[in-house]
Nanobody
């Protein structure tokens, strides 16, 4: 089976930085879209940043407006890994961050399926 393994997260001060990473493992045929979602208590889960496989230079990505200019998403296709660099953190960035991947495995091919990590806590506080 396919799974996503996340690392990173933790506590940061306002204006500080954190780095998240997520790697996909298993019988993967292809990984199309990778990215990050987040959910704060009492709020709906929102897409933070998404990047497709064809973005070889990691220059094109879909960011939610609230993080533009502060967060940077990148991926390493050879390692099936996606990263999120969180800079200039604000208290409102506090949430559980979930890794996301759109992948095709041997069971679903050629149809892709959505996969989610277990989530990692990001807390921004003085």
């Amino acid at each position: 089976q396919v799974q996503l393994v996340e690392s990173g997260g933790g506590l940061a001060q306002p204006g500080g930085s954190l780095s998240l990473s997520c790697a996909a493992f298993g019988s993967i045929v292809s990984v199309r879209t990778m990215g990050w979602y987040r959910q704060a208590p009492g709020k709906v889960r929102e897409s933070v940043a998404l990047i497709i496989r064809g973005d070889a230079t990691n220059s094109a990505a879909d960011y939610v407006n609230s993080v533009k200019g502060r967060f940077t998403i990148s991926r390493d296709n050879a390692k099936n890994t996606v990263y999120l660099q969180l800079n200039s953190l604000k208290a409102e960035d506090t949430a559980v961050y979930y890794c996301y991947a759109e992948m095709a495995n041997r069971s679903s091919w050629p149809t892709t399926e959505n996969f989610w990590g277990q989530g990692t806590q990001v807390t921004v506080s003085s």
